[in-house]
Nanobody, 117 residues
Framework: QLVESGGGLVQAGASLRLSCAASGRTEYLDVTAWFRQAPGKEREFVGGMRWRGGGPSVADSVKGRFTISRDIAKKTTYLQMNSLEPDYRAVYYC????????????WGRGTQVTVSS
């Protein structure tokens, strides 16, 4: 089970850090990733991080503004978002992909991010 938190209403240029807490075992996980879905748009991959080796990666659309990190002891994956713009308004979700799988099959309920101009 995944639970996102940290969303809210901020002004343009502000920062937010979203958290994705996993309550189950992580030994069988390959990747935890962040996605977002803006009103009227399709869900978009934001970035992800493997549980075993390899650094985080983010989509080109947010590179330089968003970073991903993890606290393994807390089983929590973070999405640090800087220099937010109104276009970043969306529901942000985290999702898990298990080892050997090719889909994200466990999703959180999402956290709303709204950026005012």
């Amino acid at each position: 089970q995944l639970v996102e938190s940290g969303g809210g209403l901020v002004q343009a240029g502000a920062s937010l850090r979203l958290s994705c807490a996993a309550s189950g075992r992580t030994e069988y996980l390959d990747v935890t990733a962040w996605f977002r879905q803006a009103p009227g748009k399709e869900r978009e991959f934001v970035g992800g991080m493997r549980w075993r080796g390899g650094g985080p990666s983010v989509a080109d659309s947010v590179k330089g503004r968003f970073t991903i990190s993890r606290d393994i002891a807390k089983k929590t994956t973070y999405l640090q978002m800087n220099s937010l713009e109104p276009d970043y308004r969306a529901v942000y979700y985290c999702a898990d992909q298990r080892l050997g799988a090719n889909t994200y099959d466990s999703w959180g309920r999402g956290t709303q991010v709204t950026v005012s101009s």
